[in-house]
C-alpha cells in the first residue's frame, strides 16, 4: 500500500489517517479552522497522497475509529502502526497506553511505574504529547495523578479531550456522574 491520507466525518468533527507500507504512520483529531485539517496532514505527510475513497483495509479503520467515537467499545488494538517513525521510549509508552480499555484510565505516573521508571511520568507526559496516533493511542485515556486532565496537544486541546472521555463515559474520579446516576437508581414501581 502506498503512503496516502484521508479525512472523514466524526461524531467530534473531521479527523484523517495516513498510513503507508507498514500501517498507520498518523491519525488526527479535528482542527478548529476550515481547511486547516488537510494541510495539517499535507505538512505531515508530504509524500502522502490523498486517497478518496480509501483503501478497504483503511476504510474499515475509519469504520471502527467512527464507532468508537459514537460510544462504541472497540479498544482498536488490532489496527497496524508504523512504530519505526517513533523513539524506543515512546513506543513502550504508546503500547502501555493502547492497552487502556474505552471508558478506563490511568495516570502519567501509573505509565511510568509499568515502565518499571517510576520517575518517568513527565516524560511519559512528553511522549503523549508527541503521539502521532491520537484516538488510535488513546493518550485522552491518561490524566495527572490528582484526576485532572493534565495536558492534551491536539487541536482543541482540554477540550476535546473531556469531550472524547465523555463519549466513552469514562469515570475520572470518585465522584458518581450523571451515567452512574442513571443505572443505579432505578425509580420505584408501584406496589
Not at 479527523?15 to 491519525?27: D, I, K, N, P
Not at 492497552?99 to 516524560?123: F, N, S, V
Amino acid at each position: 500500500m502506498e503512503q496516502g491520507f484521508a479525512l472523514f466525518e466524526t461524531p467530534i468533527g473531521l479527523c484523517g489517517l495516513a498510513w503507508g507500507e507498514q500501517g498507520l504512520v498518523g491519525a488526527q483529531l479535528p482542527e478548529t479552522a476550515p481547511g486547516a485539517a488537510w494541510a495539517r496532514l499535507r505538512r505531515r505527510y508530504p509524500d502522502a497522497i490523498e486517497s478518496s475513497p480509501p483503501p478497504p483495509a483503511i476504510q474499515r479503520v475509519i469504520e471502527r475509529v467512527n464507532d468508537l467515537l459514537a460510544g462504541g467499545r472497540d479498544d482498536l488494538t488490532d489496527i497496524d502502526l508504523d512504530f519505526s517513525v517513533v523513539s524506543p521510549f515512546n513506543r513502550r509508552v504508546y503500547e502501555i497506553a493502547r492497552a487502556i480499555p474505552p471508558g478506563e484510565i490511568l495516570t502519567y505516573g501509573q505509565i511510568a511505574k509499568a515502565m518499571d521508571d517510576p520517575g518517568a511520568a513527565r516524560a511519559v507526559g512528553k511522549a503523549l504529547g508527541e503521539n502521532p496516533w491520537p484516538i488510535i493511542i488513546p493518550c485522552h485515556r491518561v490524566l495527572g495523578a490528582d484526576g485532572k486532565a493534565g495536558g492534551f496537544s491536539s487541536p482543541g486541546g482540554l477540550q476535546t479531550k473531556a469531550k472524547m472521555l465523555t463519549i466513552e463515559r469514562a469515570r475520572t474520579n470518585e465522584v458518581p456522574t450523571l451515567f452512574d446516576l442513571e443505572f443505579s437508581v432505578a425509580p420505584k414501581r408501584g406496589r
